[in-house]
């Protein structure tokens, strides 16, 4: 609990006392080679998309000379791109409304109430998070497809997904639940305002950094999901990783036209998660030591 | 998302006044009236739809892969050829389900040996007062929120044998490159796969020894500085001792991750060359779709589950426990 508190602003760091100062040549010289060797592969695919597919076999490590444009021009000019975007952006948007909706409610009295069941009922969700989806894809599959008759549809993905993020959406958002002063919620009560009431109007907006997230979470795992969309989605239905995945397969010719692909289709997730990056940080850090 | 962002700012103004009166009104005793009735309709209410949800979506098809596991059945047709334990002998038997054990075992262990020590030394490295550290601790998170999928169409480009950028690097140190490439050679398969594992898993383990990190009081530093320690031993005697409990949680999260490996192998590998990368579940989403075999897929989906709950709970015994006594 305390410590979703103190580690909420780790721009606090910076500005500690000088121990231990900065780094000789050594230091920059091994984070360079950090650097390089992480965005090296995601360079390679975003200036590649620049190049033609004569220039990569050439020289594969080269850079764009001339640049060319005409391959992130023909995927966003391409129908089937923007249709795997809406497919994937309406599955992620419907997974995490589920999973950060139906969290919340059940983190709720998990972190509020007093009952003889809560802590079973919390161990059921720290279990959840034991079940890898991977256990449960080829029925998930028959109940989807068959039973539900929701194969190749958007909720058929999507609610899967949101049940398989809950158990980690619980146990992220009851410590913040917790941290919340009681004080405010026992002064609305006095004031005639029901349990639910207080949820609603109390517990859920001042949770928010925690929904926030772990909606991030729900939502990127759902637009970098391949294996349940696999089994589910075809053709037009199809999701962005299962259309970078054909695509690459299709088109092995084209390397140049698969890594401008690849390039636009990972932009999304990356710029979300890189703007709420610290709010993500602090909610991991709470989770984790919670 | 949306929803939750429209409400937020409103949120404090609002309850600020609402927090002050409590103050004065605390003394009239716990105004929560806990009605039996009422208060049990509330928990229901509030958690029913979490439950139902998991109980659909997670619990019935683990149940129903455990029931599949005991018939043989091609996925049509009523389910009613009971075959008792056979589907876990023939998958216990066979060759390419035991290699895939082995796989996810070797990825366990790699991660634990190779990913622990290279994330320490950068969260290590990362948490020096060097400039530009904030985009440093951005930039090594890169390659963690990249899809499984995207990373692995991109590695298979730097992977081709030949002409690939891997191939040219490895040239210009002046070593030969296999002549079938880095995913063709079965000897090194595995390997290559874990060093793309390793590529994209690496920013989870920084950033959570990071955060780690920065638990650690100043003043401990601080301390040890005019005791004249230098900075490797400050690490050694109090960042690190420090960071165990953030080691142990991410050692499981890892060991977890490492058992259920599919997306990066299907994309990269698809399991080859010659079985080489097959790893539990693509064994079973190989069974269950490709061969209509759903008894085996469901026989390898319940000792995919053992097998990852009984490490889970061995873990939370011998190694996790530890936190939690030594917290109280």
Same mark, same amino acid.
């Given at each position: 609990m305390a410590t979703v508190t103190t580690s909420a602003g780790p721009a606090r760091a910076p500005r500690r006392s000088r121990t231990f100062g900065g780094g000789g040549p050594l230091v920059y010289g091994l984070a360079a080679v950090v650097v390089a060797l992480t965005l090296g592969p995601v360079l390679y695919g975003a200036l590649g998309g620049f190049r033609t597919n004569e220039q990569l076999a050439r020289d594969p490590a080269g850079l764009p000379d001339p640049w060319v444009f005409s391959n992130y021009q023909g995927v966003l000019t391409n129908d089937a791109f923007w249709r795997y975007a809406v497919n994937s952006t309406v599955v992620a948007v419907v997974t995490t409304v589920v999973a950060v909706l139906f969290g919340v409610m059940a983190a709720y009295p998990l972190a509020r109430y007093q009952f003889r069941l809560r802590e079973p009922l919390f161990l059921v969700f720290v279990l959840g998070l034991l079940f890898p989806a991977a256990v449960a894809i080829i029925p998930l599959f028959i109940l989807v497809t068959r039973d539900l008759g929701l194969g190749n549809t958007w909720w058929g993905v999507a609610l899967p997904q949101a049940a398989f993020a809950l158990p980690m959406t619980v146990v992220i958002l009851r410590p913040f639940l917790m941290a919340i002063p009681r004080e405010l919620e026992e002064?609305?009560?006095?004031?005639? +305002?029901?349990? =639910?009431? =207080?949820? !609603?109007? &109390?517990?859920?907006?001042?949770?928010? %950094?925690?929904?926030?997230t772990v909606g991030v979470l729900a939502f990127v795992a759902s637009w970098n999901a391949y294996l349940l969309p696999l089994l589910l #989605?075809?053709?037009?239905?199809?999701?962005? %990783? *299962?259309?970078?995945?054909?695509?690459?397969?299709?088109?092995?010719?084209?390397? +140049? /036209?698969?890594?401008?692909?690849?390039? &636009?289709?990972? &932009?999304?997730?990356?710029?979300?998660?890189?703007? #709420?990056?610290?709010? &993500?940080?602090?909610? *991991?850090?709470?989770?984790?030591?919670? | 998302m949306a929803q939750t962002g429209a409400v937020a700012p409103a949120a404090p103004a609002a309850a600020? $006044?609402?927090?002050?009166?409590?103050?004065?009104?605390?003394?009239?005793g716990h105004p929560a009236g806990s009605g039996g009735w009422r208060k049990r309709l509330e928990i229901l209410l509030f958690v029913t739809p979490a439950l139902a949800l998991m109980a659909v979506f997670v619990v019935w098809p683990v149940v129903a892969a455990v029931r599949m596991?005991?018939?043989? !059945?091609?996925?049509?047709? %009523?389910m009613d050829d009971f075959v008792g334990w056979n589907n876990y002998a023939l998958v216990l038997k066979d060759q390419v389900f035991t290699d895939a054990v082995m796989h996810n075992f070797v990825i366990v262990v790699l991660s634990l040996l190779v990913q622990l020590p290279l994330g320490l030394a950068i969260a290590l490295l990362l948490n020096r007062k060097i400039r530009m550290r904030g985009l440093l601790r951005t930039i090594v998170f890169v390659p963690y929120v990249v899809a499984e999928v995207i990373a692995g169409v =991109? !590695?298979?480009?730097? #992977?081709? $044998?030949?002409?690939? =950028?891997?191939? /040219?690097?490895?040239?210009?140190?002046? *070593?030969?490159?296999?002549e079938q490439g880095f995913l063709g050679t079965p000897s090194l398969t595995l390997w290559t796969l874990f060093v793309v594992l390793t590529w994209k898993y690496l920013g989870m383990a920084i950033l959570l020894f990071l955060a780690g990190l920065q638990g650690v009081p100043d003043e401990l530093y601080e301390a040890a500085q005019i005791d004249g320690a230098s900075w490797w031993q400050a690490q050694r005697r109090i960042a690190i001792p420090l960071l165990g409990p953030t080691m142990r949680t991410w050692a499981f999260l890892s060991m977890i991750g490492s058992l259920q490996l599919f997306d990066l192998v299907w994309v990269l590998t698809g399991g080859g060359p010659a079985n080489a990368t097959t790893t539990m579940a693509t064994y079973l989403v190989n069974q269950g779709t490709a061969r209509s075999n759903y008894g085996i897929a469901g026989a390898a989906s319940v000792v995919l589950f053992v097998v990852a709950f009984v490490m889970a709970v061995l873990y939370q015994i011998f190694v996790l426990r530890r936190d939690t006594t030594e917290a109280r």
């Open positions: 002064a609305a009560l006095i004031d005639g +305002a029901s349990r =639910v009431g =207080v949820f !609603w109007r &109390i517990a859920l907006p001042l949770s928010a %950094p925690g929904m926030i #989605l075809r053709d037009e239905m199809r999701t962005l %990783p *299962l259309g970078v995945a054909d695509y690459s397969t299709e088109h092995s010719a084209d390397t +140049a /036209g698969v890594l401008a692909f690849t390039t &636009i289709a990972m &932009i999304p997730a990356l710029v979300l998660f890189l703007a #709420l990056q610290k709010r &993500i940080v602090s909610g *991991l850090q709470g989770a984790v030591k919670g | 600020e $006044p609402v927090a002050r009166r409590a103050v004065s009104r605390r003394a009239t596991s005991f018939f043989r !059945w091609k996925g049509f047709g %009523p =991109v !590695w298979f480009q730097l #992977l081709q $044998p030949g002409y690939g =950028v891997v191939d /040219g690097l490895v040239s210009a140190v002046g *070593l030969t490159p296999p």
